[in-house]
């Protein structure tokens, strides 16, 4: 009995473990290989590959639905072109739908395969199920190329054409290709030709020196489902020079305040010389130098009024031989009057203002002070004043006019070294020949005048100026702004010398027959014995200067215009070679000899250029004009004391800082208004 239950226990058992088996199988492989998607390739799905350059293919296709994975293999094909039972070349599984493939040497066709299959789990791991429908397809694995490559360059346009042949059918696509392996596509091209313009705004720039483009060649084969990309066909280097032609197109464009900029067409060449004639010597100078690649653009310092310059450019290396250069044509500008870097002194406490529509006020400029003139806008000047820019009235101030206009007029300011006031040739004791009293920084210590005007009275003489020129002159200036301290020492000195007896000889040598003297009166007396004595009284400074006239009509009592710094004391001279024009009498004759009555043609011809220039005439004097215009229409100041040029004056290069004789610091250490500053061998700041 036992026996037999035992018998039973070992069935039942053993049966337990068939149907444990069993279900392990059932539901530990079977099951879930049943329940796993049973995955499918699409109908249209298509393969692409790309040749890379070691002769690996870079494969993918087109993805399934549903699919954790693919088994790739490559065949060969049969003589009928069928791979039935073929033994696969390659074989790999991989979780993407793409694959780097090994170079298959010698094999024009294959056939690709891709099965598509899904992950599922069972006791022993995770198992794949295989889909059913493959992807299958017979390739051609020729390499796409293009052929018979041949281009040119256009140097006029900068353009490069490109010619080339490849199998019917075929895309080519032409890209740049940039260090690190990276490509940019410039064009996808159906037909062998192309063409690429260079340059701002067009296909490329242009290439930096010495850094020229490669332009690489791909060819995509399209058939049948297949597209096959290959590798680099062809490359082609293309360098900056190579896009540059010959034709050295300059042109010269003014900028304003006399500041020029020179620009041209880059060409062959590794650097261009910018050189300006030197107008004394004849001789080319360099200005500077511009490397190849660098903006073909030069712009000039603020340059002086009222002057010609002339430039060039100048190319040299690069594809030119050794001594071999370019010379562009002559580029010339003309210069105008310009306020920038001029030294200006405000006739009067001027309020200073933050911007140049000057609407807020920060402070006042002091009357007489030098001060330089770094911008103008409108009526204004922009100065440096209490450490900051401010901006005054320009209506106000007195400008330099060799630093305004230069050689526009000439310049001889006798007053600031050799008086040339006279009375008909005879000397003023104490005045001719003599440095006025208020003169005595107007000379500097290069020889140079200071020539102050008042800034509206200066524009209307460059009309004047200009006028004068045209017709063979240039005006010659011998005062403008006169201190009053000299006006009034000027009519004291002469009032007492009016009775005195004129000098033997005239202080100048020319001889008293020339000269058209007054009769000297005559004087009859009858002696004690009834006889008459007749006496010829000496001429006296009165006899010569007034003639009719009064002291006042040559000199003023108590204010003159040229106080005001809107008058001009002037005569002509040949523009060609700087011979006065033969007056009346010489400038500065304090005589009835120099009214206007007595003007020749050449007083006419200068009485006719200022006065069709805005100015009015003295009736007293041929060499007098003065601007009543500004006179009437401005309330202005009479200045007592004379010019300076002493202070801070600024130009391209930097500032530098003036005595009064004109002289600058250099090479020095100074403190200035309790600031120390340190100046180099031009007189410039040097800054930390």
Known sequence: MTQRKNRIVIVCISALLVLAAISVFVFGFMLPRRNAENTVMPADGTFTAQMLEDGTLSLSWTAAEGADGYLLEILLTDQDGTSEDATPLYRITTEENQCVVPALDGIDTCVLRVTSFVNYRTPVGLQHRTGEEPLEMTVDLETPAVSDLTWDIDEASGTLRL?????????????????????????????????????????????????PYTLGLCVKRERDGFCLYGPVSATLTVSREDLLGWDLAAEITGEGDNVYTLTWQEIKGDHYEI???????????????????????????????????????????????????????????????????????????????????MTEKIGTVEAMQAYCVLEQTGSAFGVWSDGQLCYISSDYCMINLPEYIGSL?????????????????????????????????VMLADGEYLVPLLYPTAQKLVTAARNALSQGYRLKIYDSFRPNKATLELYDIALALLDCDLPAETYTGVSLDSLNLPDPTIVTETAEDGTEIVTEMPLTYRDVMLGGYNLSSFLARSRSMHNLGIALDLTLEDAATGTELEMQTSIHDLSHYSVLSENNSNADTLAAIMTSAGFGALSSEWWHFQDNAARDGLSLATVSDGVSVEGWTADDNGWRYRDADGSYYTDCAATIAGVAYVFDCDGYVVSD
């Open 409 to 441: 007029c000439s310049y001889q300011i006798t007053n600031s070294v050799d008086s040339l006031y006279m009375v008909h040739e005879f000397e003023i004791p104490d005045v001719t020949g003599t440095v006025i009293t208020g003169y005595e920084n």
């Open 275 to 357: 050189q300006c004639l030197d107008a004394e010597t004849g001789e080319w100078v360099e200005v500077t130098t511009v490397s190849a690649g660098e903006t073909c653009a030069y712009t000039t310092p603020h340059l002086n009024p009222f002057c010609q310059y002339s430039y060039r450019i100048v190319v040299f290396g690069g594809a030119l031989e050794d001594g071999e250069s370019i010379i562009s044509e002559t580029l010339i500008c003309e210069t105008e009057a310009s306020a920038i870097y001029c030294t200006v002194w405000p006739v009067s406490d001027l309020p200073a203002y933050s911007d140049s529509e």
């Open 163 to 211: 010619s080339f042949d490849m199998a019917q059918g075929d895309v080519c696509s032409v890209s740049l290709l940039e260090d690190g392996g990276s490509a940019q596509t410039l064009a996808v091209l159906e037909e062998g030709k192309l063409s690429i313009s260079f340059g701002e705004g067009q296909d490329l720039p242009l290439p930096e020196v010495g850094q």
